[in-house]
């Protein structure tokens, strides 16, 4: 099945500082890649997501890249705010056969933005 | 147009009770799928329900059992529950057709096991 590798655990930046969260998977077959950030005791909230047919994806000051050469796709965040402080996840959806809408999530980076 | 919602949002069970958790997909949404996550872990797939039936199935033990019914909404079932079932646990909703479709989860339910 597919195995999500997701680094760095944490992350300490500077308010203003960029932020990058980098995710590996396994299987090839994946073309669906979302991010999700996790608040204190809350749900799971999508931020930005890809789609194996493109290469990057931008919403403001979030960006995601996917390389499905390499298996890998990478969160971007631009000038941070004390409020992008969460739990961040990557996740892969396999495809093909019944695997639809099965995710599979990275083990998270906890970002803190200091002001 | 309601999102994905969940109920109870907390409760609380002792070793061996069972434990029943509801949710309902978005509207327009077939296609529910429950996930565990435990305190500083990302989410675990349980199981995914389409059509009544269950589709996809995680590692997880036979004491986890789930159900759908024909609005789609689901339910998940634990028995025999042990300390380490205490969760976060998530329900996730999507269309079945296609892959790729964004996939909203619920606001989650709280189970503590003592």
């Known amino acids: 099945g597919e195995n999500v590798e997701q680094h760095p655990s944490t992350l300490s930046v500077q308010e203003g500082d960029s932020a990058v969260i980098k995710c590996t998977y396994s299987?090839?077959?994946?073309?669906?890649f979302p991010w999700y950030k996790q608040e204190l005791g809350k749900r799971p909230q999508l931020i930005i997501d890809i789609r194996s047919n493109v290469g990057e994806k931008k919403d403001q000051r979030i960006a995601v890249t996917l390389n499905k050469t390499a298996k890998h796709f990478s969160l971007h965040i631009t000038e941070t705010q004390p409020e992008d402080s969460a739990v961040y996840f990557c996740a892969a959806e396999s495809a093909g056969g019944t695997s639809y809408g099965k995710l599979t999530f990275g083990q998270g980076t906890i970002l803190t933005v200091h002001p | 147009d309601a999102g994905v919602t969940q109920s109870p949002t907390h409760l609380i069970k002792t070793r061996g009770q069972q434990v029943t958790l509801r949710c309902s997909p978005k509207s327009g949404h077939d296609t529910v799928s429950w996930y565990q996550q435990a305190l500083g872990q990302g989410p675990q797939f349980i199981f995914q329900?389409?059509?009544?039936?269950?589709?996809q199935r995680g590692n997880f033990p036979d004491r986890f059992s789930g159900h759908q019914f024909p609005n789609y909404s689901s339910e998940l079932n634990v028995n025999a529950l042990l300390l380490g079932d205490s969760a976060l646990y998530l329900c996730?909703?999507?269309?079945?057709?296609?892959?790729?479709?964004?996939?909203?989860f619920g606001e989650g339910s709280w189970l503590t096991v003592v």
């Open positions: 996730a909703s999507s269309p079945w057709v296609g892959s790729g479709n964004t996939i909203y």
């Open positions: 299987d090839s077959a994946s073309n669906y």
């Open positions: 329900y389409y059509e009544e039936e269950e589709r």
